[in-house]
Every structure is written in C-alpha cells, then in structure tokens.
C-alpha cells in the first residue's frame, strides 16, 4: 500500500509542471491571450531566476554536485 504522503507530494509536482508556461495546459488557456503568455513567462523567468542558487544548492546535496577538472577537456578527441 502506498504511503499516504506521495499522493499530495505527487499533487504538487503535478501542479507545479502543469503551471509552467510551456506546458500543455499553458497552451490551451493562453491560446487566445498572448498578453496574458507574456505576464506568465515574465513571471516564470524571475521566479526560475530567484529559486535557481536554491534548487541547485539542493539536487547538488541530493545527487552530488558535479566535478570538473582541466584534464577533461584534454580527454576529448579532437573533431
């Protein structure tokens, strides 16, 4: 049995996707309101803009951040 605290976990994800002015929904309520499209990217590209050292911060602790160093660029071969 699932555990009850995925369903309202899933819900905001699902919220939050479908919010998104690229998303398919975004694409039917805005089909007719590009003024409207216009205020929701705006909106979008501070929000992404504010919470993106934060979102960062947390995939990096979750997944590990990733490591670059001068000798990967030497391992390509060259085209």
């Not at 899933?10 to 929904?25: D, E, H, N």
């Not at 590209?45 to 947390?58: E, G, K, P, S």
């Not at 990733?66 to 390509?76: A, I, K, L, S, V």
């Amino acid at each position: 049995m699932p555990c009850p605290l995925f369903v309202p976990v899933l819900g905001l994800v699902a919220a939050i996707r479908l919010a998104r002015p690229g998303s398919p929904w975004a694409a039917r309520r805005y089909r007719d309101r590009p003024a409207a499209l216009a205020r929701a990217e705006r909106r979008t590209t501070a929000h992404d803009a504010r919470w993106r050292r934060l979102r960062t911060w947390f995939q990096d602790t979750i997944a590990g951040a990733p490591t670059h160093t001068p000798d990967d660029d030497n391992d390509r071969p060259d085209r």
